[in-house]
């Protein structure tokens, strides 16, 4: 994969440019910001009078209808939930979007699974942080930056691939390093670690930890400490050195108990149903399954979320939790 960094990137192809965003959720707040910060032209689109309106007039920024802010804007970023996309193109984007514009997206759904088809004339880009939106303001804000991803699904003006990375570039990712990838592979890889390892995975993982020390007899409390605290602290080892860096960090009896045991948990089958997971992304069959979801009102997740809330996990970790809020 190719690197861009800071040298490699022009910031100024947005200068004089009219940037719209649209949404100010996590993704949305953060890179507005950042890119106010940078000296670029921002106006944040959102549903009128709504609180995101009010948040994005608060922190001192433009702010439009959908409609309004996609109209004569160079660039046009898709910073909503995937779900809600497709009406808001259909209903602001479309009618307002000038040719030689470009339709940049954070996450690759829509358009790999071809629920927004862009004219021709447009460029169709993307410029995905590696970080939720409060960590990538952080980060800016220390000078530094979050990395990144870049690629070009459509380059209409030939200038597609520089406007993606000066976006970037706004945001400090180009202090950090910024990989070029497509959408597809953004897509597919993102889906697959979301749903085996980092939120399905992971809470599965941590659920049936709970659950087999709780029935053997051991504390509620202890238990929580074990498989669900100390996540945290072993996930920041992996992060700042790999998989060796955090077997060094650990004791040698972790290291000889988790290298001897760890395959009675990811079996075989483990990895069978990761691969079933992976099939279900690459056929399509995920797409439909939560676009027809979205469309019925998300009762089966809404059911499942009060089933998770439910869990003894979950009721025990907000008793440790508050034992240990710092008292202002």
């Not at 007039?57 to 809600?84: I, N, R």
Request: glycine share 10%.
């Amino acid at each position: 994969m190719k690197i861009y960094h800071d040298s490699d990137v022009d910031l100024t192809v947005l200068k004089g440019k009219k940037i719209a965003v649209l949404g100010y959720g996590s993704q949305g707040r953060a890179q507005a910001l950042c890119f106010r910060d940078s000296g670029l032209d921002v106006t944040v689109g959102v549903r009128p009078e709504g609180a995101s309106w009010k948040l994005a007039q608060e922190d001192g920024l433009k702010v439009a209808g959908f409609a309004d802010a996609v109209k004569g804007a160079d660039v046009v970023m898709m910073l909503l939930p995937d779900e809600v996309q497709p009406d808001i193109y259909e209903e602001s984007v479309v009618p307002n979007l000038k040719k030689g514009a470009a339709l940049e997206f954070a996450h690759g759904f829509a358009i790999t699974y071809k629920l927004i088809v862009p004219p021709k004339d447009v460029d169709v880009i993307m410029m995905a942080p590696k970080s939720p939106g409060a960590m990538e303001r952080v980060q800016f804000l220390e000078g530094f930056g979050v990395p990144a991803l870049v690629c070009v699904h459509q380059d209409a003006t030939g200038n597609a691939m520089d406007i993606a990375l000066a976006l970037a570039k706004g945001i400090g990712a180009t202090r950090a390093g910024v990989f070029e990838t497509t959408f597809d592979n953004e897509t597919k890889t993102d889906l697959f670690g979301e749903q085996a390892v980092l939120c399905g995975g992971l809470t599965a993982l941590i659920a049936a930890g709970f659950r087999t020390l709780v029935d053997a007899g051991y504390p509620a409390e202890m238990a929580y400490f074990e498989v669900l605290h100390e996540v945290k602290l072993i996930t920041d080892l992996i992060n700042k050195d790999g998989l060796m860096g955090m077997w060094n960090g650990v004791s040698n009896t972790a290291e000889y108990g988790g290298l001897t045991r760890r395959d009675r948990v990811i079996t075989p089958a483990s990895v069978e149903g990761m691969k079933s997971i992976l099939d279900d992304i690459e056929s399509g069959k995920f797409k439909d399954d939560w676009r027809a979801e979205w469309k019925a009102g998300l009762k089966n997740l809404k059911k499942m979320e009060g089933d998770e809330s439910r869990l003894q996990i979950e009721i025990t970790g907000k008793e440790i939790r508050h034992l240990f809020e710092r008292k202002s």
